[in-house]
């Protein structure tokens, strides 16, 4: 416990040295024109915002999606189908992300909805495989008690089932998280926005410095987001699991 | 697409030999660096853990943004190709080689120790065949990943099927276009199965009858 | 300091409180199976007794069990609750009437001790106030103290007091019926033997009727009333007390499983309070050791027993730790022999010889002082015993009408019409 606390200090102090440092050096490095108009702090907030946000609406839509199909395959009358299903979504994780990104837009066209799409397949599978895997490792004797002093199945489901699937399912979720952050990078690829256009407009027109800085920027993003999620699995741990 | 892949058949043929070549080679070097590092830093708490952290972090990494990193001092072609695949499919083989090689019972290597073996013999004959199993795990969650990835490093002109994504973009729309992306997907992923098969024949070979499950 | 207290016996004193259950041709096939895993059965268990479940894995006890509470739904036939048909209502609301114990307790491992015994009166509907005095009351019934386990979590409770949370969850709600499924399964056999009389002792206070399943026949002997065996399907072997089972096997399944140590049994069926208790002298911490040790001595007895304020033991003291000490310490000793007055005199001796002591403390409920049992007690108890047996009562009613599985049915009926 302690030691994961210790952790979370020491990723979030590295975080903010690493940012401090990247910050310092595009403060004092003597940057073209066109560098400076690129790197500018607006603009940065901007793509980390649009960067955000077809990260966080992927999410949302990913967790509406595969928590209550998770749910549902572990419901008995419906679980034989769960290999199945788990086996589309483990597919749909071994395709590469850039590859479904681009055959997407292909059907749906440019743009951030699109990008949207591609990574809420992409991110389905961790989640939807540790509600599942949360959900079996339930003692179903606690289930059968539950069900025994007179518990309702919906009851057993939200006060002991779910509350107890919560670690494994949050694992899951920040796992998802940060895929969705990684790979958001991509989006640029479609004019998705985000903070990938810093990486492609520095290859492109070969501008190191925007190209470090794009790529700094999307790694420390990456390890933020890690970060928060580390710490709602602290916090929303239910007391009384070791 | 069936004129397509007529057409360039040996071109497709060459470079999912490329990209497949590409992976294997990375993942035999991660292998060996990956177990190397766990070997030195097991025993110790401390290190483990750091190791472990590192592990952790370095999943987040987006992996273009590794990419982009590497470009500035290696420039476009097979070396920031083969950094970033190696470094992704070192990580979860590293944590999976520090699990197996802890998880042993610690009788078993006393009594290792306790017939005359040296801290190498034990290493070789003893741990390491022990957590092996647990390892290769680890291989195969890694070849699964970094097949993903070498598609991506094509970005910095590495080789692969993921030229066949980039071309494919670069002309969306154009003749053929779609049937270039589509080769480039389906044969990544058939590339993941083909070796996913052939790890887990390794596994089944390499792993001792006493320990199969 | 108090009287030395010499107890014979404790009639139960509360008003029957259970309710009386009646299986009427209980049958449970499942989907695809030939054989039934109960097989017609008709069963009568009387309000306010202990009636166990005896019989090798597999013989359909617990799926028996189960079926009482409609965990498991019957495929025909009927049960009936003080007279009430239940085989149709609402399940839920049937199982948060009837209590339900199993191995370990089945705790819910994120909840504390207070919120796990609330569940049922919540369920129902009392009032905070309500529910906060009666999770109280229970765990003082259990021998927790509120104020120490109300807002622990499971993980930081022993097996024994998981196992007795585990019982006051169940009677949370005042249910008359008490179902529990192999409830001792998952502890050391000392603990065990604690839970045991434990709930004999609580048992003497609510009075309710308990259905028990287990696969242990020494357990049965001591804790039922009735007990009764089945064989695979459910097929009634035997139902009637412990004592003329042990005397009368209805058939060879029956000796079989009783196996040969029957006679040694007798042990298992007298208890602690059918003998009489030797008194001694007691004490309670910061008295002067000087003035115990010349009350020892003036009874001429070995040693004092030291008793918290709520008369419950904490250690013994000779004559040469008191000779050594000053004042009378309060810490409690965790090896002190102690047995229950429900315990059966096999548990005493049991304990003394762990304890390699020639005595052992009794208990009665909640853990209060009742005197000591020597090993002597013991053997002349068992001469008793063996003198008189055979008492005539009468059994209660159970047997397989039998519709699929017809092989047993003659063997299958009760022993009761044989009393």
């Known amino acids: ?242 | ?213 | 300091m108090s009287d030395p207290k010499i107890s014979s016996t404790s009639e139960p004193s509360g008003n029957v409180t259970g309710a009386s259950i009646m299986l009427e041709e209980v049958t449970k096939t499942y989907p695809g199976q030939k054989k039934s895993a109960v097989g017609g059965l008709t069963l009568e268990i009387p309000a306010g007794s202990i009636v166990m479940f005896v019989g090798p894995s597999g013989c359909g006890k617990t799926t028996t069990l189960k079926m009482i509470n409609r965990l498991i739904e019957p495929t025909s036939g009927q049960i009936v609750i003080n007279g009430e048909d239940v085989t149709g209502m609402n399940g839920d609301e049937l199982r948060r009437r009837i209590g339900y114990v199993i191995q370990a307790g089945g705790l819910f491992p994120h909840m504390t001790v207070a919120t796990n015994i609330a569940m049922v009166p919540k369920m129902l509907g009392w009032s905070k106030e309500k529910i906060a005095a009666r999770v109280d009351e229970l765990l003082e019934l259990v021998s927790l103290d509120p104020e120490l386990y109300r807002d622990r979590f499971p993980k930081e409770l022993s097996g024994g007091q998981q196992q007795r949370v585990g019982v006051a969850r169940a009677l949370a709600a005042d249910p008359p019926v008490l179902l529990m499924d192999e409830p001792f399964g998952a502890v050391d056999p000392i603990t065990r033997q604690r839970l045991q009389d434990e709930l004999l002792n609580i048992q003497s206070e609510v009075q309710k009727t308990i259905v028990c399943v287990t696969h242990d026949f020494d357990e049965a002997v001591k804790l039922g009333d009735w007990i009764a065996i089945f064989n695979e399907g459910a097929q009634l072997e035997q139902y009637d007390s412990p004592e003329r089972i042990l005397a009368n096997p209805a058939s060879e399944f029956v000796e079989n499983f009783i196996g040969s140590g029957a006679g040694l049994k007798q042990l298992t069926l007298t208890r602690v309070n059918e003998v009489e208790l030797l008194g001694t002298v007691t004490t309670t911490p910061g008295k002067r050791a000087s003035d115990v040790l010349s009350q020892i001595q003036g009874a001429g007895r070995k040693f004092a027993v030291v008793l918290d304020s709520r008369g419950r033991p904490l250690r013994r003291l000779d004559r040469r730790q008191l000779s050594r000490a000053e004042i009378i310490e309060g810490t409690y000793d965790p090896d002190l022999p102690v047995v229950g007055e429900q315990a059966t005199l096999n548990d005493a001796l049991d304990t003394m010889l762990v304890a390699s002591a020639e005595s052992a403390i009794v208990t009665g409920p909640r853990d209060v002082f009742k005197g000591l049992i020597t090993v002597q007690t013991v053997m002349e108890a068992i001469a008793a015993a063996n003198a008189s047996m055979d008492q005539d009562h009468e059994a209660p009613v159970g047997l397989n009408s039998g519709a699929i599985n017809v092989v047993d049915i003659e063997q299958g009926s009760s022993s009761g019409e044989s009393a």
Request: with cysteine.
């Open chain 1, 1 to 242: 416990m302690s030691a994961e606390r210790r952790g979370l200090i020491f990723q979030l102090l590295g975080i903010a040295a690493a940012f401090a440092i990247l910050v310092i050096w595009l403060v004092t490095a003597d940057l073209t024109e066109t560098e400076r108009q690129t790197l500018d702090p607006a603009t940065i907030l901007k793509y980390t915002q649009q960067h955000l946000e077809i990260t966080l609406i992927s999410a949302v839509i990913v967790l509406l999606i595969a928590i209550p199909l998770g749910i549902l395959l572990t419901r008995p009358s419906v679980r034989k189908a769960a290999p199945a299903v788990r086996a589309v979504a483990n597919f749909g994780q071994a395709a590469p992300a850039i590859g479904v990104i681009v055959l997407l837009a292909f059907w749906l066209g440019f743009g951030a909805r699109t990008a949207i799409v591609s990574l809420v397949i992409y991110a389905i599978l961790p989640v939807l495989s540790n509600t599942i895997v949360g959900l079996q490792q339930v003692d179903q004797r606690l289930v059968e008690a539950g069900r025994g002093i007179g518990m309702s199945q919906l009851a057993v489901l939200f006060k002991i089932e779910l509350p107890l699937a919560v670690p494994v399912m949050l694992a899951g979720i920040r796992t998802a998280l940060v895929l969705l952050v990684g790979t958001a990078t991509l989006a640029t690829f479609i004019n998705g926005g985000g903070l990938g256009i810093l990486i492609t407009t520095g290859v492109n027109l070969n501008l190191n410095v925007v190209l470090i800085a794009g790529s700094l920027l999307v790694a420390l993003l990456a390890l933020t987001i890690d970060w928060v999620g580390r710490l709602v699995e602290q916090l929303a741990r239910p007391k009384g699991l070791s």
């Open chain 2, 1 to 213: 697409m069936g004129d397509f892949i007529g057409e360039r058949y040996r071109q497709i043929l060459f470079a999912s030999w490329q990209h497949f070549s590409l992976v294997v080679q990375c993942l035999i070097l991660a292998t060996v660096i990956a177990v190397l590092i766990a070997v030195l830093v097991y025993r110790n708490k401390t290190l483990a853990g750091i190791a472990n952290s590192i592990s952790a972090v370095g999943l987040t990494v987006p992996s273009f943004a590794l990419i982009g990193l590497l470009i500035v001092p290696f420039g476009f072609g097979v070396t920031p190709a083969v950094i970033v695949v190696t470094f992704f499919a070192a990580l979860p083989i590293l944590r999976n080689a520090i699990v197996g090689l802890n998880n042993i019972e610690p009788t078993v290597v006393e009594s290792a120790r306790g017939i005359g073996m040296s801290r190498f013999k034990t290493l070789f004959a003893v741990e390491i065949p022990i957590a092996w199993p647990v390892i290769l795990t680890g291989v195969r969650i890694s070849a699964q990943m970094v097949m993903g990835v070498a598609a991506v490093v094509a970005f910095a002109l590495g080789p692969g099927l993921g030229g066949f994504i980039f071309s494919g973009l670069s002309r969306l729309g154009g003749a053929n276009s779609l049937e270039s992306v589509v080769t480039g997907v389906v044969g990544v992923v058939i590339l993941a199965l083909i070796l996913d098969l052939i790890l887990l024949g390794i596994g089944r070979l390499t792993t001792p009858r006493g320990i199969r499950v």
